[in-house]
T-cell receptor
Framework: DTGVSQNPRHKITKRGQNVTFRCDPISEHNRLYWYRQTLGQGPEFLTYFQNEAQLEKSRLLSDRFSAERPKGSFSTLEIQRTEQGDSAMYLC????????????????FGPGTRLTVL | DAKTTQPNSMESNEEEPVHLPCNHSTISGTDYIHWYRQLPSQGPEYVIHGLTSNVNNRMASLAIAEDRKSSTLILHRATLRDAAVYYCILRPLGDDMRFGAGTRLTVKP
């Protein structure tokens, strides 16, 4: 098991361009989460999938953001018409649903994609 | 959303125990208490979680107050590799996680 992987690790783009990030979760994990983290702050929840279904979206996820998980495996996060305020680390995490005895799922995070919008 | 309050930063000496506090006075009966940590230039990693009883694992211990309005993450012997930002998170069963700013732990040799 190689853990959660994210590509690219770094992305520099000009304002107004579109960018797409990819996340490959741990195999057999059917939940996948996206977070955004700005400097000095904790991660902010953006959205999550259970298999291919997108079950929740934060109000932080503006119309310019879209996430997909077409076959319930890898996921992509696209940002259209990037703005300087989109500069952040974008983190992906995966998990198995909470199991028996009421335990909640443990999320395993990838290393993140650092986006810089010039 | 239930909120947590943590000190911005703490310092510890290497090989000494560290007690990281977290206040969560508005916790509800079904909120789990999770701790994650984030080492420099890495994504967060799970440390421990609990509901009512104290919990131990190979990384740390979690002490939960009887009224559940506060908890303490205990690292029994801090090492330089434990230097990280530690996040205390309240999480309803099955719900997503809301991170705060966390506590930045510095470990001095």
């Amino acid at each position: 098991d190689t853990g959660v992987s994210q590509n690219p690790r770094h992305k520099i783009t000009k304002r107004g361009q579109n960018v797409t990030f990819r996340c490959d979760p741990i195999s057999e994990h059917n939940r996948l989460y996206w977070y955004r983290q700005t400097l000095g702050q904790g991660p902010e929840f953006l959205t999550y999938f259970q298999n291919e279904a997108q079950l929740e979206k934060s109000r932080l996820l503006s119309d310019r953001f879209s996430a997909e998980r077409p076959k319930g495996s890898f996921s992509t996060l696209e940002i259209q018409r990037t703005e300087q305020g989109d500069s952040a680390m974008y983190l992906c995490a995966s998990s198995l649903p909470g199991g028996l005895a009421g335990h909640t799922d443990t999320q395993y995070f990838g290393p993140g994609t650092r986006l810089t919008v010039l | 959303d239930a909120k947590t309050t943590q000190p911005n930063s703490m310092e510890s000496n290497e090989e000494e125990p560290v007690h990281l506090p977290c206040n969560h006075s508005t916790i509800s009966g079904t909120d789990y208490i999770h701790w994650y940590r984030q080492l420099p230039s890495q994504g967060p990693e799970y440390v421990i979680h609990g509901l009512t009883s104290n919990v131990n694992n190979r990384m740390a211990s979690l002490a939960i107050a009887e009224d559940r309005k506060s908890s303490t993450l205990i690292l029994h012997r801090a090492t330089l590799r434990d230097a990280a930002v530690y996040y205390c998170i309240l999480r309803p069963l099955g719900d997503d996680m809301r991170f705060g700013a966390g506590t930045r732990l510095t470990v001095k040799p």
